[in-house]
């Protein structure tokens, strides 16, 4: 070989040990070790990439073959190789001499001297071994606790990769069951060796410190921090780009190699187009590159790949082809009479153990929706998503994030819970995108190209109407994006036909797959106007009626859920009018900090109060409310006395708020009181409106405290009292989000399974009122009426229809309390209490007299005279 060939002279060498069978039970199998072998043989043979001269494989070996396979490849080398060496196995660190150990088929984990390799035998294997140029990873768990010296010779380049800390697993890459891939580190490091993506310098060569970047950068955001230790006395290159300037654009390969995903993923899109090109050249590279794409290590890019080129996958938004979930029969009154159930599903059910809630798992737990009787379940973003935002930071409208699953599978759950009449609503964020979307790439990048005015750009920032800082210099650009919300979403521009087009594209793509409607997270700010809050602008409403022309024209049965932190008067503006309806559906906020305050305070004032305003709608639109979800409790529709007055209350400590709100559960905020938590229940399903429930409220979980923000509400639902809270397989250090740990909500005592079995729990007396709900036509489109009690702290009115009626009461008192009501138009009738049926007096033409209890309630129907039926 030529000396100034960038690999340098002498021969290339590389030695692959991947253990990942094990004979003693203590140590289970691994899949990765084997895949781990085959793709790092694939890369470093390929003569038009790594070019090693011989690669030696040895796959779940002894520890004697072991150690003997590594010290005879270190020995046998002359002074101007390259010697690459990669290890894939079980690490362990003995607990009395913390020493790391390598782990083969042989091992025993309770007698690692004599039956594992110490991880130090590479340092002796290294002083053996005259190359001048040796790179050796160690992917195992613990690899950190390596501390052998690798002695360094003057001119030498010794490198030791080491892909996890002491304290830290080194994890097998999150794939699908059915496609089991290499770890996490080596899909990451060979994967950017064999697309390409490695070479950030585009010098057409990727060195061990590229490589090792990219890897370091695609594991980021995980529990795995990889490290290299060792000297480097010039550029050791392990591959050749198989992207050169030659054969590609200069703005496709900088895609193809770009540390971003969401770079990678416009590539895709860019290759797909090729595929279809008359120019055989260009098909050609294009299936060349979606190949290597394929094996990215970010899954979002490999499937996106892996689509294109089976040819399946749509090349535009708005594109409708492909499968779709089995609908429901059409009902037109679905929205008015449903009882909607949020969930945030990678904290609901994890179906495949990587402890991440997921599709799979949410379909295994359908049949316990269906029991507790909810109709509607909405889900918090699932789209691909950076997730510095929860979701809500959209990189990719028209793919589901990949810890979640695949689109078949998200179709597979929808159609099981069509079989189970239970509907599916997804979270929709149409303000904004994740600075990651490839909508926004592309405008920072040509400002005069398609996606140029897609975002809300200018010269300079300026103050804001709310006196926060809403404008970010972009530097690729050269100008200032707005963002109402986070610096990492940049807001749509609604003023572009174009954007107006594209969001209506991503409701059909959808709405095509089965989804039975969407919540319009973020709807009443759509468009940004000097010295006005944008706020619910006519703007705005024109194009909601438009979403809902769209929607009814090809549609049946589809819904807009509208969201709107008003007082009922101003949120019900987004319903529109007969003529040019919005949203079915209007979800308000106000009620539900006020039912916190007269919980309190001991009184039904602050609660009748809104339902004042709660004025008759149409027939075919419904209200929408909540006693708490994924956010924290707004108490931006309270004064500033009440907002006082409810900080004191509810939230004692300061770790339980928020710049804007409280970050608790319901069961916390209410004292874990039984009898409160049941209360409010009681109103959330008798008030006017189809109640949302948020996962867990049913059973009374409780909140973490310990972790950021909102991730405090949003921890795993507790099925079991098993250490994984029958959430998820994972050990508990693994699992997405940490359990709830306070002994009062832990989930030994706070779980579906034990409230499932006893006679008399928070999830019975739930479920009891969700079935009598739903089997009350008054309680679900009845007209509300107050009935005067004459005691400020009992609330009454009535749910009616022109056929039947049922009297609701709640006490908002801790101690009992007697109430006379006026229900002289109902005379003659016997209330019939609706939970146990007991009937009580008849109804006369004097005031009718009710106690009741401490924080009681009562549902009574009035449908029957003495005798029979009115």
């Not at 040019?580 to 539900?592: I, K």
Request: a negative charge; charged letters at 25%.
């Amino acid at each position: 070989m030529a000396t100034d060939d960038p690999f340098g002279p002498g021969i290339r060498r590389a030695l692959v040990i991947a253990n990942g069978k094990y004979r003693h039970r203590g140590l289970p199998d691994l899949e990765s070790p084997t895949n781990d072998a085959q793709l790092a043989k694939r890369v470093l043979e390929n003569p038009d990439l790594g070019r090693f001269d011989h690669v030696e494989v040895h796959e779940d070996r002894d520890v004697a073959s072991m150690q003997r396979a590594l010290f005879a490849f270190f020995k046998s080398a002359q002074p101007e190789d390259f010697l690459f060496v990669y290890i894939s196995s079980h690490g362990k660190i003995d607990d009395d001499t913390h020493r790391l150990y390598l782990c083969a088929i042989d091992t025993d984990p309770d007698l690692l001297l004599p039956t594992a390799m110490p991880a130090d035998f590479l340092a002796q294997a290294f002083e053996a071994c005259r190359a001048s140029r040796v790179v050796t990873v160690l992917d195992c768990c613990h690899a950190g606790a390596f501390e052998g010296e690798i002695r360094q010779r003057r001119g030498d380049s010794r490198i030791l990769i080491l892909t996890a800390s002491r304290y830290e697993r080194a994890h097998e890459a999150d794939e699908h069951p059915a496609h089991v891939g290499p770890s996490a580190f080596a899909g990451a490091f060979f994967g950017g060796l064999e697309s390409g993506a490695a070479d950030v310098d585009e010098n057409g060569w990727i060195s061990v410190r590229e490589a090792f970047n990219h890897a370091l950068n695609a594991l980021r955001n995980t529990k795995q921090t990889p490290q290299m230790r060792g000297v480097l006395t010039s550029d050791l290159f392990l591959a050749k780009s198989p992207i050169t300037a030659q054969s590609l654009p200069p703005e496709i390969a900088s895609l193809v190699k770009h540390q971003w995903p969401a770079a990678r993923l416009l590539a895709v899109d860019e290759l797909g187009h090729w595929i279809g090109s008359e120019q055989p050249d260009r098909q050609t590279i294009a299936e060349d590159l979606l190949t290597r794409l394929r094996n990215d290590p970010d899954q979002r890019v490999s499937h996106a790949a892996g689509q294109r080129l089976a040819g399946r996958h749509a090349s535009e938004p708005g594109a409708t082809a492909g499968p779709a979930a089995a609908e429901l029969p059409p009902d037109p009154d679905w929205h008015r009479r449903t009882i909607f159930y949020e969930i945030r599903v990678r904290s609901f059910a994890d179906g495949n153990g990587d402890g991440i809630g997921d599709f799979a798992g949410l379909t295994e737990r359908l049949d316990y929706l269906q029991w507790l009787g909810v109709g509607t379940l909405v889900l918090t973003p699932i789209y691909d998503s950076p997730l510095e935002d929860d979701g809500h930071d959209t990189s990719d409208f028209h793919r589901v994030h990949p810890d979640l699953g695949t689109l078949d599978e998200f179709l597979d759950f929808v159609t099981a819970a069509h079989r189970r009449g239970i509907r599916v609503m997804l979270d929709l964020v149409l303000n904004h995108t994740s600075r990651q979307h490839r909508w926004f790439q592309e405008s920072r990048r040509d400002p005069t190209g398609r996606y140029g005015d897609f975002y809300v750009w200018q010269e300079a920032s300026e103050p804001s109407a709310d006196g926060d800082d809403h404008w970010t210099l972009d530097r690729v650009r050269g100008q200032y994006y707005w963002h109402r919300f986070g610096v990492c979403e940049p807001d749509l521009n609604f003023d572009s036909d174009d954007v107006q087009q594209a969001m209506i594209d991503v409701l059909r793509y959808w709405l095509d797959r089965g989804v039975d409607g969407f919540r319009l997270v973020t709807a009443p700010y759509l468009y940004e106007r000097v010295g006005v809050g944008g706020e619910g602008l006519d703007e705005t409403h024109t194009y909601l009626h438009r979403l809902r022309r769209e929607v009814d024209e090809h549609y049946t049965g589809r819904l807009l859920l509208g969201w709107a932190d008003r007082w009922p008067s101003g949120a019900s503006e987004y319903f529109g009018s007969a003529e040019r309806p919005e949203c079915g559906v209007v979800l308000y906020t106000s009620l539900m900090p006020r039912i916190f305050l007269g919980m309190r305070q001991e009184t039904h004032y602050p609660v009748s109060e809104v339902l004042s305003e709660t004025t008759r709608i149409r027939d075919d639109c419904q209200w929408a409310s909540f006693l708490r979800n994924g956010d924290e409790l707004s108490l931006e529709n309270v004064g500033e006395n009440d907002r006082a007055y409810l900080r004191n209350m509810y939230a004692p400590s300061p770790r339980m708020l928020t710049d804007s709100g409280i970050r608790r559960r319901l069961a916390p905020l209410l004292d874990g009181d039984r009898s409160q938590l049941e209360l409010c229940m009681a109103l959330l399903l008798s008030l006017p409106g189809s109640p949302v429930l948020y996962y867990g409220d049913e059973i009374g979980m409780g909140e973490n405290l310990a972790l950021p923000d909102c991730a405090a509400i949003r921890t795993p639902m507790q099925w079991t009292a098993d250490r994984g809270a029958g959430f998820s397989t994972a050990e508990p250090d693994n699992l997405a989000s940490p359990l709830v740990v306070s002994p009062a909500y832990a989930p030994a005592v706070v779980n579906v399974e034990s409230q499932r079995v006893e006679r008399r729990s928070v999830l019975k007396t739930v479920r009891g009122l969700v079935q009598t709900r739903r089997k009350s036509e008054a309680l679900t489109i009845g007209a509300f009426e107050p009935v005067a009690s004459h005691n400020a702290a009992v609330l009454a009115y009535l749910r009616r229809t022109r056929t039947s009626a049922v009297l609701c009461l709640a006490n908002f008192s801790q101690y009992a309390q007697a109430a006379a009501l006026s229900l002289e138009e109902f005379a003659g009738r016997q209330p019939i209490e609706m939970s146990g049926h007991t009937r009580f007096a008849l109804i006369g033409a004097d005031e009718y007299p009710v106690t009741l209890s401490g924080h009681g309630f009562f549902w009574f129907d009035l449908a029957e005279t003495a005798g029979g039926t009115a």
